[in-house]
C-alpha cells in the first residue's frame, strides 16, 4: 500500500510533501484534534512507519498510534485518538486502550519518551494481533483478535507536532539487525569510561555487542532442538560466567535469563554508585499524569543531557537546556531510557536524627527505639507540576505511636530551622497525617481517605503529586485519595517526617522497575524474536510432544522447593514454619488454560492454608514476599472464600473456602480470554472473580499454614472451563449463590462488578459505595447483575449520604447491557434505551418526558427504600419505602431485556439491595427447605391449637376451629389463637388459598388483646386489617416489615410474607428471651421484636391474596411429661432428636462448652493474663485488639465483664466477631480499620468491613459501666447476637461464617476485661434468669414497697457509674435545693431510664401491678430520685396491691408537695402553671407571681389530681412545663422537666379520656379514652420517686 496520509483528517491538521507530512496548526495554542489516518487500510505484516519531526515543550502527552475499523473517509474526527470508538485500539503514552477504554496498562515503549527523528510504527499480524514499533524494534503483540480491514491511526498529540510517514511494508530481519548493530555501535562511541562486560567468555568488543553473543551461542549450539538443556535444579546466575567448557550448551531462552539477570545486575551496580549513568534526551514531566491533565500547560519541560546541579531548582518553571552530555547509560541507547542527575533525592541537610544513604535515596532515623521524632527530610529540589513523589516504607518499628508524616512545604531546606516534626511549622505547609490533612499544623480535614498512615506496612508506598492546577493529590500504594488541598503554592518541596513507628525510607523512581523491565524485554525481543512465546519446560531430554508443559518455576520462597522435575511444590519443614512457601509457573498462562493442583499433603499445627491466584511479576526477577497477599502490585490471589487484588480484598465472600480444604483436593485458576479470572475448587468453577486482568500473568500458589505439598495437575485431570452465557438472566455475579450452580432463584439479584470508576461494590454483590464521597460526586453508576423481569421489584436502601454535594441517587432501568455499557460520569449522560427518575423528573435517554412525578429523590434520608418495576405491559413504575408511586413512563419494549440501574450521585454514598427485591408474583425463594426437613406437627386430639371464636367480620371458621376462610372482599380477616401461647409455644397455619386479584398478603403476630374481651359483634370491635390493631399492643410481621401497633419497628427482617403461596406454612413463638420469632417453613427467621410481654395470643391476618388458612401446629407444650428443655442445636427438634437426648428431672441440658481464652498474637498496648483470661491495655487508648484462640462454635455464649474503666478517655470498647483465621493478622490501631470479614458492635450501631449496616441496636456499649457482662452468641441460623448482662439484644448481623473468632477492641475508657469460665446452662435457661429475678427480688424493696419490673440486675452488681445522664439530672436536682430529708439515702434505689440505662438492665417497657393487675410504663428518658416513705403511711403487704401511675408538675410545686408526702390538689400543672418567664436565682426559672400556685384554696372549683399510668401522657409540657437551667458543670443550658412517680390505691380514682384534644394515640398501650386517672382522694396516693427529665 502506498505510504501516504488520507486527505480527511482532524481541524488542525495540514498536509504537505505529497501527503506524507502531517503537520499540527497553532501547536503552541492547541493540543489536540490532529487526527490523521493512513490513505489505504493495512496489509498484514505491513508496518505503517512515521518519523517524529518537531516537538514543543508546552504540553504532556506526545504522539499516539493505532489502528482502527472506521472508514476515514465518512469518519466524523474526535479531538483526539483516544475518542475513536467502534473497534479502534489505540497506543497512548505505554497503555493499550480499546475503543476508548485501557485493556493493558504496562506496554512497550513510553511514546510520551520519544525526540524528535525517532520512528514508531504500527502493525497487523498475520495472526491478527496488534504491533508497535519503535525505531525498527517490535514490542510485541499489545492486542489480540483484531478484524481485517483496519487503517492506520497517528494522533499529533501534546508535544508531537509534525510527522512524516516513512515506510509502509513488512519489516526485514537484515534492517533490523542493522538497524541494532548501528544503535550499539552509537552506544559505544558515546561511553566517557570502558566497562568490559563478558558474554558467554566473550567480550563485547570482540563480537560487536549484545547480537554476537546470540551468534556465538547459536555458533556453541548448533541446532536448538538437538541440544540438552539444563536440569531443572540449575540455579540462575547472577552474572555471565567467565568460561564455558566445551560440552556446556545454551538454548536460546537459557541465554535470555543469562542476559536478563546481567541487565538486572548492572542496573543494581547502578543504583548503588548513585546512578552516574546518564543519557541524553527528553524527560516527561507529568510522569504519571490522568489524561485530564494532558491537555493543560506544563511548566515542567526537558532536561537534556546531564546536569551536574542536582539540588537547583530551575527546572520547576519553566524549560530547561542543559549542554548535552557526552555520557550515555550502556543499555540506554538501544532502549531509549534516559538517567540524569535531576532526579527526586533526599535533601542533605535535614533532622539531627536523620541518616543518609544510597545517595539520598534512603532515609533513617538513628536511635528508633529511644527517640520519635526529629525525622524530618525533605527532596534537594523543588517538585515540578504532575511529578510524582514516592516513597517505600523500608522499617517500622512496634514501641511508638502515630507513624510515618508525608507532605508540602514552600520552606527552602538550606534556610530552614528543623523542627522536631513538620507539623510544627506554621506556615507553608500541608502535611498528611494518619487519615487527616493538616495546614500549617492545624487539622483542616479530619478524614481525607479511607486509608491511615498509621496502618502502613512494611513495603507500602506513599506518594503525592503537584498537579498544575495547584492541586495536591496523595497516593496510597499507587491509588489516588483524591484532592487533598485545591490550591498550592507554585514552588513547594516534599518533606517526609519518620515519626514513632517510622524508621526507614527510599525514594521510588517511577522508571526504577517496571521501566527496566520493559527495557530488558526490548533488548532480548531485538535478540530473540521467540521471546514472549510460551517457553518449553527444562528437561534433560526434551519431549517434543510436550514442549509447553507447565512446571514450577525453580525460583521459590525460602521455605520451599522444588521436586518431581518441577511439578511439585512444597515447604520441607512445614511444622516449623508457616510461610515463605511461594511458587510460581516457569511460563505465563495462556488465554483460557486452567493452571491447576492438587493438595498433597497438610499438617495441623497451623490456621490458614493454601491460596492461589495469578501475577504479572516474573518469577526469575522476583523478590518473593513471605505471603503472596503482601505483593502490593500485579496480583490477584484467592484467600480464604475471598479474592485480594494487590493485597487488599475485592470480594469478601466469593466461593468455597479454601482453608477448609483436605489433602486430595484441588483448586485452580484461569484468566479467560476477555480477561475475567475464574477460580476452581475440586473442579467446580466459583465463578469470575476479577476482570481486566492482563495478558501474559504467572500462576501462584502460596503454601501457607497447613497447605504443605501441591503437584500441578496434567491437562487430562483440568476441568472444563465454563463457557460464557449471553443471557442476562444467566450472568451471575461473583459472589452469587447461583454462580456455581447455576440457576436463577429469586434472590439472585445483586450489583454487576462491572460499574463506574468511582463506585465498589462490596458485602458478595449486595451493596455499592462512592468512594472519596467527598472529593468526588460522579462516576458511581452500578448495574443488575442480570435483566428484571417483568413484574420483578429491584429494591435498594439507601444506608449512607454526605451533606457535602447538590443533587442525589437517579435510578432506572436500561436496555444496555452491562458489558456493552460504557460508563459515563452520570446515567442522564446515556441518549439511548434508558430511562430514570431524577429528582422528580422522569428522563428518557437523556431527555426529560415529564415533571412533577410522585416522588422527589433528593429529598429522600438515610433509611429510605427505592425500587423499580417493568410491567408486563411495559410500565415503568417506582416504589419510595415499599409504596407505588404510579407509573412514571410507558412504552418500555416488553420483550427486551432492562436492567436496574443506580446512580451514587451527589450527596448518596452508600446503597444495598433488600431482601424485598425479587419477583412480586412469584413463591417463596428464600428457603429450599422441603417438607422432610422439618417435620409438621399435626393437629393432636385433646390438645390441638384452635382458633378463636371472635373474629373478622369476613371470616367463616370450619373444622371446628382448625381452618379459617375469608369469604368476601380483601380485609376484615382477624383471627386468633384459641388460648394464650406458653413460652416456646409454636403456633402454625399452612396457606391452603390464594387469590391473585388481590395484593398484599397474610400479616401474624402476637398481640395482648384478649379475644374473650371482644364484644360478641366481631363488626364492632375489631379493625380492618392487623396493621391497624391499635386498642392493645401488638406485635406483627407484614410483608419483611415489623411493626409494634402499626408503628415500624423494623425492616427487611427474613423472607417477605407477601411471597406466599399455597403449601407454604408460617409459624410464630414468644421465647424464653421476650422475643417474637416468625418461622417460615420451619425456618426460624431470628428474633423480630423484643420486649414481648408474657400474656399474647397469636394473631392472623387472611388479608389481600392469602383467603383460608389451616393449623398444623398442636399445644403439646401443655403435656408437661413431653417438655424438652431448649437444645442449643435448634430451636425446634424432631421426635427422633428427642428420644436422643433425654431430659432427666426436667432441668435444662446443658451443653459441654469449648474453654475459650484469648490469643497471643493481639494488639501491641495489649498485656494478658491469668491464663490469658485476662487482658489490659497498659498505655495509649488504642492498639487493644484481642481476638479469640478458639473460634466460636454455634449457639455457644461467649461472655466476658468489664473490670476497669478509665475516665480520661472518650468512647470504650467494641466487640464483634471475624470470619478467618486471627492467627497471622496484623492488628490495627482500632478495630473500625479491619475491612475483611469482621462484623463489630461500636455504640450503638453495626459495622459490616468498617461499613455501617445497622443504628439503634441495643444499648450503647460507650455507657457499659465496670462489672457489666457482655456476650456474642451465634445462633443455628448463623445469625450474630449480643448479651448484655445475661438479655439477648436480638439480631445485629446474619450469614456469619464458620468458623469465626469472637474480637474485642480495648478503647478509650475501657482498659481491662475478663472472660466469665462459668458453666451457664442453655441459652435463655432457666438458671441466669432466675438468678437476676431473685436479686430484682432483694434489691427493689423500698421499706416494704416493691416495684413490679420484669429483670433487673441488682443495683450493686450493675450500677451505671459512668452515665453522664443521670449525673446531669443529679446536678439539677441539687439546684432545686430540696432537703435530703426527703429522698431515701441508699442512692443504689435511685433508676436512670435513659436509653442505654434500661437497655443495659434490658429493661421491659410495660408492667402490670396491683390487684386487680393494671399495666403502666417505665419511665424512658426520665430519672427516678426515690423518696422516704413517711411512717405514717401503710407499708404492710396490702399495699403491694396498689397501682403505679405518674403526675406530672412544676418546679414551683415540688416543695408543697414533699412536705406533704402525697399528692395534693390543685397541684396538677395543667390547673396550676403558666409558662415560665424568667430565670431564678439558683439557675432554674420559677412561675411567676399570678400563677394559680398563689391563689387561696376557696378559689380552685375543681379539687382533683391528674394521673396516667404513662409519662409520654404526664410528661407534656402542659403537665409538667419546662424550665430553663446552667448545668454548673458544662456551664450549658439545659431545659428540665419534673414529675412523680406515685402508687394508687385501687378504687380510689376513675379512668377517663385524654383531655387535650389529642388525635394521634399519645401511648401504643393505652388507648387515648383511658389515658388519664382523676382521683379525689387525698390518701389515695402516696409518693414513691421524684421524676427529673433533661433536654
Not at 483528517?9 to 493540543?31: C, D, H, M, W, Y
Not at 490550591?487 to 515519626?499: E, N
Not at 396490702?1438 to 408543697?1456: D, E, M, N, P
Request: aromatic share 6%.
Amino acid at each position: 500500500m502506498a505510504a501516504e496520509l488520507h486527505p480527511c483528517s482532524g481541524k488542525l491538521i495540514g498536509l504537505s510533501n505529497s501527503n506524507r507530512t502531517a503537520q499540527r496548526n497553532q501547536p503552541v495554542q492547541e493540543f489536540n484534534h490532529g487526527l490523521v489516518l493512513s490513505r489505504e487500510q493495512l496489509k498484514d505484516r505491513d508496518v505503517f512507519t512515521v518519523r517524529i519531526d518537531k516537538k514543543v515543550n508546552s504540553w504532556s502527552g506526545s504522539i499516539e498510534i493505532g489502528v482502527t475499523s472506521l472508514d476515514p473517509a465518512g469518519l466524523d474526527f474526535p479531538s483526539s485518538a483516544t475518542g475513536l470508538k467502534g473497534g479502534s485500539w489505540i497506543v497512548s503514552g505505554c497503555s493499550v486502550l480499546r475503543d476508548g477504554r485501557s485493556v493493558l496498562e504496562e506496554y512497550g515503549r513510553d511514546l510520551d519518551q520519544l525526540s524528535e527523528g525517532d520512528r514508531v510504527g504500527i502493525q497487523r499480524s498475520t495472526h491478527g494481533e496488534l504491533h508497535l514499533w519503535v525505531n525498527g524494534q517490535d514490542c510485541g503483540a499489545a492486542a489480540s483478535g483484531l478484524p481485517t480491514g483496519l487503517w492506520a491511526v497517528v494522533d499529533l498529540y501534546g508535544k508531537c507536532t509534525q510527522v512524516t510517514v516513512v515506510s509502509c511494508e513488512p519489516p526485514s530481519l537484515a534492517e533490523r539487525d542493522t538497524e541494532r548493530e548501528t544503535v550499539e555501535e552509537r552506544e559505544q562511541e558515546d561511553e566517557d569510561e570502558e566497562e568490559e562486560v563478558v558474554v558467554c567468555g566473550v567480550r563485547e568488543g570482540e563480537f560487536g555487542g549484545l547480537t554476537s553473543a546470540v551468534n556465538l551461542a547459536a555458533a556453541t549450539n548448533g541446532t536448538l532442538e538437538e541440544v540438552p538443556e539444563l536440569p531443572p535444579t540449575h540455579n540462575r546466575p547472577d552474572k555471565f560466567p567467565n568460561n564455558l567448557e566445551p560440552e556446556t550448551v545454551l538454548t536460546e531462552h537459557q541465554l535470555f535469563d543469562v542476559l536478563n539477570n546481567a541487565i538486572v545486575s548492572l542496573y543494581r551496580s547502578e543504583d548503588n554508585v548513585g546512578g552516574d549513568l546518564g543519557g541524553g534526551g527528553i524527560g516527561r514531566d507529568s510522569g504519571t499524569g490522568s489524561r485530564g491533565d494532558r491537555g493543560s500547560s506544563s511548566g515542567g519541560g526537558s532536561v537534556n543531557g546531564n546536569s551536574s546541579d542536582s539540588g537547583g531548582g530551575t527546572g520547576y518553571t519553566g524549560s530547561v537546556n542543559s549542554p548535552a552530555g557526552g555520557g550515555g547509560a550502556r543499555l540506554g541507547a538501544v532502549t531509549g531510557g534516559m538517567l540524569t542527575n535531576d532526579a527526586l533525592l533526599f535533601h542533605e541537610k535535614c533532622g539531627t536524627l536523620i541518616k543518609l544513604s544510597n545517595n539520598n535515596k534512603t532515609a533513617e532515623r538513628r536511635r528508633p527505639l529511644d527517640e520519635f521524632n526529629n525525622g524530618v527530610v525533605m527532596t534537594n529540589r523543588p517538585l515540578r507540576h504532575n511529578e510524582m513523589f514516592e516513597i517505600r516504607i523500608d522499617k517500622l518499628v512496634d514501641k511508638w505511636s502515630g507513624s510515618i508524616e508525608i507532605g508540602v512545604t514552600t520552606h527552602n531546606p538550606n534556610n530552614l530551622d528543623y523542627p522536631a516534626t513538620m507539623t510544627n511549622l506554621r506556615s507553608g505547609t500541608i502535611m498528611m497525617s494518619g487519615c487527616g490533612i493538616l495546614t500549617n499544623g492545624k487539622g483542616t480535614r479530619r478524614e481525607y481517605c479511607e486509608f491511615s498512615l498509621d496502618e502502613l506496612q512494611e513495603g507500602d508506598h506513599i506518594g503525592l503529586m503537584h498537579k498544575a492546577s495547584g492541586a495536591l493529590h496523595f497516593y496510597i500504594n499507587g491509588i489516588d485519595q483524591g484532592v487533598a488541598a485545591a490550591q498550592t503554592p507554585a514552588i513547594v518541596y516534599a518533606v517526609v517526617d519518620l515519626y514513632g513507628m517510622a524508621v526507614k525510607v527510599t525514594i521510588v523512581h517511577n522508571h526504577n522497575h517496571s521501566d527496566r523491565l520493559r527495557r530488558n524485554n526490548a533488548i532480548m525481543r531485538a535478540l530473540s524474536p521467540d521471546v514472549g512465546r510460551p517457553r518449553p519446560a527444562r528437561s534433560l531430554t526434551p519431549d517434543p510432544d510436550t514442549p509447553d508443559r507447565l512446571l514450577f518455576h525453580s525460583n521459590c520462597g525460602q521455605k520451599a522447593a522444588i521436586i518431581s522435575e518441577g511439578r511439585t511444590a512444597l515447604r520441607p519443614h512445614a511444622t516449623d514454619d508457616f510461610n515463605h512457601g511461594v511458587v510460581l509457573s516457569g511460563r505465563p498462562l495462556h488465554s483460557n488454560e486452567v493452571f491447576q493442583v492438587r493438595i498433597d499433603k497438610m499438617v495441623d499445627k497451623w490456621a490458614g492454608s493454601i491460596e492461589i491466584g495469578v501475577t504479572t511479576h516474573n518469577p526469575a526477577y522476583l523478590q518473593l514476599p513471605s505471603t503472596m497477599t503482601n505483593l502490593r502490585s500485579g496480583t490477584w490471589m484467592m484467600t480464604g472464600n475471598g479474592v485480594m487484588h494487590n493485597g487488599t480484598t475485592i470480594l469478601d465472600e466469593y466461593g468455597h473456602n479454601l482453608d477448609r480444604l483436605k489433602a486430595g483436593d484441588t483448586v485452580g485458576v484461569v484468566r479467560k480470554e476477555d480477561g475475567s479470572l475464574h477460580f476452581f475448587v475440586n473442579g467446580v468453577a466459583q465463578g469470575p472473580a476479577a476482570w481486566n486482568v492482563p495478558p501474559s500473568v504467572y500462576a501462584v500458589v502460596d503454601l501457607y499454614g497447613q497447605a504443605a505439598q501441591a503437584t500441578i495437575m496434567d491437562d487430562v485431570d483440568l476441568p472444563t472451563l465454563p463457557e460464557d452465557s449471553s443471557d442476562g438472566p444467566t450472568v451471575m455475579s461473583p459472589s452469587s449463590p447461583c454462580s456455581v450452580a447455576g440457576g436463577n432463584s429469586a434472590n439472585d439479584l445483586r450489583f454487576h462488578q462491572l460499574h463506574g470508576t468511582n463506585a465498589v461494590i462490596t458485602n458478595g454483590g449486595r451493596t455499592a459505595l462512592r468512594q472519596n464521597c467527598r472529593s468526588e460526586f460522579n462516576d458511581a453508576i452500578v448495574i443488575s447483575n442480570r435483566c428484571l423481569r417483568d413484574g420483578e421489584l429491584f429494591e435498594i436502601v439507601i444506608q449512607k449520604m454526605v451533606d457535602r454535594w447538590s443533587g442525589s441517587i437517579e435510578a432506572g432501568v436500561t436496555a444496555i447491557r452491562p458489558e456493552e455499557l460504557e460508563f459515563p460520569n452520570t446515567m442522564t449522560d446515556i441518549d439511548y434505551d434508558t430511562w430514570m427518575l431524577s429528582g422528580t423528573a422522569i428522563m428518557q435517554d437523556g431527555n426529560t418526558m415529564r415533571n412533577n412525578y410522585g416522588c422527589d429523590l433528593d429529598t429522600l434520608t438515610t433509611g429510605s427504600r427505592i425500587g423499580m418495576m417493568r410491567s408486563a405491559t411495559g410500565d415503568l413504575h417506582y416504589y419510595i419505602n415499599g409504596v407505588d408511586q404510579g407509573v412514571a413512563c410507558t412504552g418500555l419494549p416488553p420483550g427486551k431485556e432492562v436492567y436496574a440501574v443506580i446512580d451514587l450521585y451527589g450527596q448518596c454514598v452508600q446503597v444495598s439491595i433488600t431482601s424485598s427485591s425479587g419477583p412480586q408474583d412469584n413463591s417463596l425463594c428464600t428457603s429450599n427447605i422441603t417438607e422432610s426437613s422439618f417435620p409438621i406437627h399435626s393437629p393432636v386430639a385433646g390438645v390441638a391449637h384452635r382458633l378463636h371464636s371472635k373474629h373478622g367480620k369476613n371470616v367463616v371458621l370450619l373444622g371446628e376451629g382448625c381452618q379459617a376462610v375469608r369469604v368476601g372482599g380483601y380485609a376484615h380477616g382477624i383471627v386468633f389463637s384459641a388460648k394464650e401461647l406458653k413460652t416456646d409455644e409454636l403456633f402454625e397455619v399452612k396457606i391452603d388459598e390464594v387469590d391473585d386479584q388481590w395484593s398484599g398478603s397474610l400479616h401474624m403476630g402476637l398481640t395482648t388483646l384478649a379475644p374473650p374481651e371482644l364484644p360478641s359483634c366481631p363488626m364492632s370491635g375489631l379493625s380492618p386489617s392487623l396493621t391497624q390493631l391499635r386498642s392493645k399492643v401488638t406485635w406483627l410481621l407484614a410483608g419483611s416489615e415489623v411493626r409494634r401497633n402499626g408503628l415500624l419497628q423494623r425492616q427487611n427482617y427474613g423472607a417477605s410474607l407477601d411471597r406466599l403461596t399455597v403449601g407454604n406454612r408460617v409459624g410464630v413463638k414468644r421465647c424464653s428471651d421476650d422475643t417474637m420469632h416468625v418461622l417460615i417453613d420451619g425456618e426460624d427467621m431470628g428474633p423480630a421484636a423484643t420486649a414481648v410481654a408474657k400474656n399474647v395470643y397469636a394473631v392472623l391476618d387472611l388479608y389481600g391474596r392469602v383467603t383460608a388458612v389451616s393449623i398444623v401446629s398442636s399445644s403439646v407444650l401443655e403435656d408437661a411429661g413431653s417438655v424438652k428443655a431448649p437444645s442449643l442445636s435448634s430451636d425446634s427438634c424432631s421426635e427422633g432428636e428427642e428420644d436422643r437426648t433425654p431430659v432427666e428431672g426436667g432441668e435444662p441440658a446443658l451443653v459441654p462448652n469449648t474453654v475459650m481464652a484469648f490469643l497471643e498474637n493481639h494488639g501491641k498496648n495489649i498485656q494478658l493474663s491469668h491464663e490469658n483470661l485476662t487482658a489490659a491495655r497498659v498505655s495509649s487508648y488504642n492498639q487493644g485488639l484481642l481476638v479469640t484462640a478458639q473460634p466460636l462454635p454455634r449457639q455457644q455464649l461467649f461472655q466476658f465483664q468489664i473490670d476497669r474503666l478509665n475516665a480520661s478517655w472518650t468512647s470504650s470498647l467494641s466487640l464483634g466477631v471475624i470470619g478467618h483465621s486471627p492467627d497471622r493478622l496484623n492488628f490495627p490501631s482500632t478495630a473500625c480499620c479491619l475491612k475483611r470479614s469482621v462484623w463489630l458492635l461500636q455504640r450503638d450501631s453495626v459495622f459490616h468491613n468498617s461499613l455501617k449496616i445497622c443504628e439503634n441496636y441495643g444499648p450503647n456499649l460507650d455507657t457499659c459501666p465496670e462489672g457489666t457482662v457482655l456476650g456474642l452468641l451465634v445462633d443455628g441460623n448463623s445469625c450474630l447476637h449480643l448479651y448484655v448482662n445475661g438479655m439477648d439484644q436480638g439480631v445485629a448481623a446474619q450469614d456469619i461464617p464458620t468458623p469465626c473468632y469472637p474480637l474485642i477492641d480495648l478503647y478509650g475508657q475501657c482498659e481491662q476485661v475478663t472472660i466469665v469460665t462459668n458453666n451457664v446452662a442453655t441459652v435463655g435457661g432457666e438458671s441466669v434468669k432466675a438468678r437476676f429475678q431473685g436479686d430484682m427480688e432483694k434489691a427493689d424493696m423500698v421499706d416494704g414497697i416493691k416495684e413490679s419490673v420484669c429483670w433487673m440486675p441488682h443495683p450493686e452488681v450493675n450500677p451505671n457509674k459512668t452515665c453522664e445522664y443521670q449525673a446531669l439530672c443529679s446536678r439539677f436536682k441539687d439546684l432545686l435545693t430540696l432537703p435530703d430529708g426527703y429522698f431515701n439515702e441508699d442512692a443504689k434505689y435511685n433508676l436512670c431510664y435513659c436509653e442505654s440505662c434500661h437497655k443495659l438492665r434490658g429493661d421491659e417497657s410495660y408492667h402490670k401491678r396491683g390487684e386487680p393487675p393494671r399495666d403502666y410504663a417505665l419511665p424512658f428518658g426520665w430519672c427516678r430520685f426515690a423518696l422516704r416513705i413517711k411512717p405514717h403511711c401503710d407499708v404492710s403487704n396490702s399495699f403491694k396491691q396498689w397501682h403505679i401511675a405518674y403526675h406530672g408538675t412544676s418546679v414551683g410545686a415540688l416543695r408543697r408537695t414533699l412536705d406533704h408526702a402525697q399528692l395534693l390538689s390543685g397541684t396538677s400543672s395543667i390547673f396550676s402553671v403558666s409558662p415560665v418567664k424568667t430565670e431564678g436565682p439558683n439557675g432554674y426559672s420559677e412561675p411567676e407571681e399570678n400563677s394559680s400556685n398563689s391563689l387561696p384554696d376557696r378559689d380552685r372549683e375543681v379539687p382533683r389530681v391528674q394521673l396516667s399510668p404513662t409519662m409520654r401522657y404526664s410528661g407534656l409540657e402542659m403537665f409538667a412545663p419546662k424550665v430553663q437551667f446552667r448545668d454548673p458543670r458544662s456551664h450549658c443550658c439545659h431545659q428540665a422537666q419534673v414529675g412523680f412517680q406515685v402508687c394508687v390505691r385501687p378504687g380510689s380514682y376513675k379512668v377517663g379520656p385524654q383531655t387535650l384534644g389529642a388525635i394521634e394515640p399519645l401511648d401504643p398501650r393505652f388507648s387515648n379514652t383511658e389515658i388519664e386517672w382523676i382521683t379525689k382522694d387525698q390518701g389515695g396516693t402516696l409518693l414513691y420517686g421524684l421524676l427529673i427529665r433533661v433536654e
